[in-house]
Nanobody
């Protein structure tokens, strides 16, 4: 079994910063792409940023230059540093990870979600 535990969400004023973390644990052989998605009520879940096992990254146009995704492979953790936050960044943020288990089965996992609210 694999678990993803997210942390770091909260309430922040426009222009502020937050850092999200997502730690994977359990029966892990290898971690591949790690990503962050977000979803507003009534809207589709959208990709915010992703990082491959080799460190390649891609970002949604709406967050380029403001958000940075990174990973610590020794800790099986992915981070999302969010700067210059705007009210439209308000959403539930989910981490998403491709993991090959100790049984060599590749599966996709979702975190439980963490609320980010940008408001004055």
């Amino acid at each position: 079994q694999v678990q993803l535990v997210e942390s770091g969400g909260g309430l922040v004023q426009p222009g502020g910063s937050l850092r999200l973390s997502c730690a994977a644990s359990g029966s892990i052989f290898r971690i591949y792409t790690m990503a962050w998605y977000r979803q507003d009520p009534g809207k589709q879940r959208e990709l915010v940023a992703a990082i491959t096992s080799g460190g390649g990254t891609n970002y949604a146009d709406s967050v380029k230059g403001r958000f940075t995704i990174s990973r610590d492979n020794a800790k099986n953790t992915v981070y999302l540093q969010m700067n210059s936050l705007k009210p439209e960044d308000t959403a539930v943020y989910y981490c998403n990870v491709d993991i090959k288990s100790d049984y060599k089965i590749l599966s996709n996992y979702w975190g439980q979600g963490t609320q980010v609210t940008v408001s004055s």
